[in-house]
């Protein structure tokens, strides 16, 4: 093993490492300070903590492809919005009504597009113009926050559909909806971004964007296409997220796109690009959520997670630098 | 100059925004009298006073090289802390109270990006979520709100006129010009230029680049402070969220002032122009009879136009040669 691949593997082990002292902590300490008498570790709880972080950590997922390709997204919390009101109030229309439970999958359909649409305006501009992705999607969180009111007005839009909700709730395996569908989004893009030519190729762009252009790669289309599917994706954790609650303020999703990066750094992915893994944020969603529900489980108030979550983020930071450095000076010798 | 093709471009990346926000002014006036009202005027720079204090702050992070994403938790922060501090301690003890908290908080920042290196958009990533944190800790998570509202000079600040003109309008030009001539006419603000153009460069020219990134933090810890102040004075009472969101409003104000968030470039008068823009438009778009959420879509398009000018300027082709 080089000593490359013995650092990668320390900094992949690293945050799971950290969910199992978070677990140990507030299984050990958490149940001497708790305020109920359930234990931390109890099957149902932790069912319901991958069923919570679903809605950001399909985003997150999404967000390392950008982040790898050496791009970032601060528009998805606003496509987020957006596409739960196309699902909600698309439900409403006549011809859809007429439809009886098949105007779901159909309304689902036109959520996802427009989340495919938003993301690839965002994708083309980014390719086209050459503007950096982080001015690209800074006004179109402000742009698609506009359209939102467009569609909605400033009243919350709310349209419960029983089926849906019976979807929703639904346990497969003992697993929730949205937890299959964000393990299953894990599934498939650790796939894309290992095995296929897009991933190996988004890496490479990432790492050196003047090196993969001279070897050829069109970049362009990959940042297009990967526009796309985090939009795709946003669309998609609004879909698992509103099927249920059924109901939209024209706020929500408002500072999704920055616990979505929270969550990403903390799996170890690089903000500069070329080096992160799907499987790393996943671990980086669970360890937030898990110090949420841990920090609540020991009587903590909500206040203390902020704090505790941004100190921890700069903490991963200063390690991190730490760990970059040793590597530099093995190197040297 | 002879007026060439390529001169007018230059020109018109160069000065793009002011050209833009001419246009805007001149079409707005001519669609609606009202646009160019004295009161109208001043009712737009008056309530674009509390970003616009912000923005010049965040234009100094950013020339620098760097960025500032905790600008509205602190603002929030600042506006909590006064707000808390006026009933226990009386204003006038209240208000050097809260800058010296506040300076803290940018100290930290500057301590992190500057001398340990960090990078910045994860370190005040991090601080928002933080400071927000604190803010809760500190109001237990309830709304502020001074006992005595009529008996207090603390409104002063964001209420009175001075000399016929709003105190907000006020502190945000004498801040600006100051400000604007720190970073023109000081050889901290060249310096400033010097560790956001280069820093490797500047590094070896001798610069302290970490301590010129820490005082760029505690310039925008500054700004902060008198933000949350006038925000404090003008209401008397706010909710513990009262400045979030606005970290990347106040980012799009200094982008669309023409600031590089690669750094080395950018002023503090077009950092002004920037914000004086959002503040008109939103405001035009409404005279005009436009739903409010046009503004949003419309700045989106400015954003993203302004930027793009620049960028095509600069490389000599309208279109990215990325294939």
């Known amino acids: 093993m080089t000593p490359d691949k013995r650092k990668d593997l320390l900094k992949m082990s690293a945050i799971w490492a950290f969910i199992l002292v978070e677990l140990a902590f507030f299984s050990i300490i958490g149940d001497r300070l708790s305020v109920s008498d359930k234990a931390f570790m109890d099957f149902e709880n932790m069912l319901l903590l991958l069923k919570q972080s679903a809605p950001i ?42 439809l009886g439970d098949w105007a779901i999958p159909l309304a689902w359909l036109f959520a996802l597009l427009t989340g495919v649409a938003m993301g690839a305006i965002n994708g083309l501009i980014v390719w086209k113009t050459g503007v950096d992705a982080f001015i690209v999607t800074l006004g179109a969180m402000l742009g698609f926050r506009g359209l939102v009111f467009m569609f909605n007005g400033e009243q919350p839009t709310s349209h419960l559909n029983w089926t849906l909700v019976d979807f929703a709730e639904a346990q497969f395996l003992g697993l929730h909806t949205a937890t299959w569908f964000l393990l299953a989004t ?15 190729n988004a890496y490479a762009i990432g790492n050196n964007r003047e090196a993969a252009v001279n070897a050829g790669i069109r970049v362009g289309p990959h940042f297009l296409l990967n526009f796309m599917l985090i939009g795709f994706l946003a669309a998609l954790s609004a879909v698992v997220f509103y099927s249920e609650s ?12 920055l616990w979505a990066i929270t969550a990403v750094v903390l799996g170890g992915t690089k903000l500069a690009g070329g080096y992160g893994s799907i499987i790393s944020t996943l671990g980086g969603v669970i360890a937030i959520q898990l110090l949420r529900k841990g920090l609540g489980h020991v009587g903590a108030d909500t206040q203390t997670v902020n704090l505790v979550i941004g100190l921890i983020l700069i903490a991963v930071l200063i390690l991190d630098r730490q760990l970059n450095r040793k590597g530099q000076e ?4 | 100059m002879k007026l060439t093709k390529q001169s007018v471009g230059t020109f018109l990346a160069k000065q793009g925004i002011l050209v833009a926000f001419a246009v805007f002014m001149i079409g707005f006036a001519l669609a609606n009298q009202r646009f160019i009202d004295i009161d109208n005027i001043a009712g737009v720079i008056r309530s674009s006073a509390i970003l616009g204090v912000m923005a010049l702050g965040v234009t100094f992070v950013v020339i620098g090289g760097n960025l500032d994403l905790s600008v509205g938790s602190m603002m929030s922060f600042s506006t909590i802390v006064v707000l808390d501090l006026h009933d226990k301690i009386g204003p006038a003890l209240a208000i050097p109270a809260m800058f010296g908290l506040t300076l803290l908080l940018g100290a930290f920042i500057g301590f992190l990006v500057g001398y340990l290196k960090l990078n910045s958009l994860i370190v005040t990533l991090g601080m928002l979520s933080a400071i927000h944190g604190l803010t809760l800790t500190w109001s237990g998570g309830k709304n502020m709100d001074i006992a005595d509202k009529s008996g207090t000079w603390f409104s002063v600040f964001g209420q009175d006129r001075l000399l016929g003109i709003p105190m907000p309008i006020l502190i945000f030009a004498l801040l600006a010009a100051i400000l604007g001539l720190v970073m023109a006419k000081t050889p901290f603000g060249r310096k400033v230029y010097a560790v956001g153009g280069n820093g490797q460069a500047a590094t070896f020219s001798g610069i302290p680049r970490a ?40 980012l799009a104000a200094v982008i669309l002032g023409g600031a590089s968030l690669l750094g080395g470039s950018g002023t503090i008068f077009k950092t002004v122009i920037g914000v004086l823009i959002l503040g008109f438009i939103q405001n035009g778009l409404l005279l005009v009879g436009l739903d409010f959420y046009v503004q949003y879509i419309v700045t989106w398009a400015i954003i993203i136009l302004a930027v793009w000018l620049d960028v095509a300027a600069k490389r000599g082709s309208l279109w990215s040669p990325i294939a």
């Open chain 1, 330 to 333: 093995e190197l040297k010798i």
């Open chain 1, 186 to 200: 894990a599934l498939l893009l650790w796939l894309l971004m290992t095995k296929t030519v897009h991933g190996r």
């Open chain 1, 57 to 98: 950590g399909i985003i997150a997922l999404g967000m390392t492809v950008i982040m790898i390709n050496g791009n970032i997204d601060l528009s998805v919390g606003a496509t987020f919005a957006l596409a739960a009101i196309v699902l909600l109030e698309s439900m409403t229309w006549p011809f859809m009504q007429t």
């Open chain 2, 211 to 250: 301590r010129i990134v820490f005082f760029t933090y505690l310039v925008s810890a500054f700004c902060v402070a008198t933000a949350g102040l006038l925000q404090a004075s003008r209401s008397l009472g706010s909710q513990n969220t009262v400045g979030q969101g606005m970290e990347l409003e106040v």
């Open chain 1, 246 to 257: 059924g109901s939209v303020n024209p706020n929500d999703g408002m500072l999704y796109e």
